[in-house]
């Protein structure tokens, strides 16, 4: 008897930071409420009468990703007389992880318009002369309820059998069942096609856009047990020669002999 565990974590920290990213709270620093982030707010200036290209201030660039994976698998190995068997599982999570902080600095786009001799005046007027003034023409702010993080479990077991029948032919008879459930946002914060709901778009339709909602363990688990049962009825068709069908929940065999 032989038994084999394997654990693993792979875990991987990929950023990218400006050089807007130095360090303080910029936002506190220069005295702009509102807003809270690490990145030095951006500056751009368009719309200049005389085509001087004034070049702006920093740049949004403050995003990372990390991606997680979790894989623990057992293997159970048990020789006896003519038969080798061999038990086991497989377990695979996987994270994948956004964190974007870029533009929760705000951005300030300065034009002409506001230093213009009269209103709406393009021929008049300097960017940076608003700027100096301190009245953009535009401004642009991100702000993010939570970071989103992905989720996907994967799931499999199997047994097998090595059957030495004769002493030239070994029979590799075996069984392995897999589920691997659909990604899912971690908070509940992404937008799925529910074609259960009516559209309040369109009435008297299905197919709004709803916040996902994991299911519950328990379905899941309810689910795994009724494809399992599914299986070992069918199974039992084909040793007893019996004609048989089975339906369990969203999983169907049909055996005759």
């Keep these: 008897m032989v038994n084999h ?3 693993g974590l792979n875990r991987l920290n990929n950023f990218s930071k400006g050089e807007s990213v130095t360090g303080p709270e910029w936002n506190s620093v220069l005295g702009i409420s509102g807003a809270s982030g690490p990145v030095f707010p951006q500056f751009g200036f368009q719309g200049s009468p005389l085509s001087i290209g004034y070049q702006g201030f920093s740049t949004a660039n403050d995003d990372g990703n990390l991606p997680n994976g979790l894989v623990v698998a057992d293997g159970f190995l ?3 007389g003519r038969h080798t068997l061999s038990f086991g599982f497989d377990w695979r999570s996987y994270q994948f992880s956004r964190l974007s902080q870029a533009n929760q600095s705000p951005g300030f786009t300065f034009q002409n318009f506001q230093t213009a001799y009269t209103a709406n005046n393009s021929q008049t007027g300097d960017p940076f002369a608003s700027f100096l003034l301190g009245v953009p023409q535009e401004e ?3 702000i993010n309820s939570v970071f989103p993080r992905w989720s996907s479990n994967y799931y499999a077991g199997y047994v097998q059998d090595d059957f030495k029948f004769r002493k030239n032919l070994t029979l590799n008879l075996g069984l392995r069942y897999e589920v691997e459930t659909p990604r899912h946002e971690a908070h509940g914060a992404q937008s799925v096609l529910d074609l259960n709901a009516n559209n309040p778009g369109t009435p008297g ?3 709004p ?3 996902e ?3 519950p363990a328990p379905i899941l688990i309810t689910r795994i047990l009724d494809r399992a049962l599914a299986l070992l009825m069918l199974l039992r068709s084909c040793s007893d020669g019996l004609t048989i069908q089975c339906c369990a929940a969203d999983t169907a065999f049909t055996m005759r002999r």
């Design 5 to 7: 565990f394997n654990i």
């Design 78 to 80: 048990w020789a006896k």
């Design 205 to 207: 339709t299905l197919g």
């Design 213 to 215: 909602t994991k299911p």
């Design 140 to 142: 642009s702010l991100q």
């Design 209 to 211: 856009l709803s916040m």
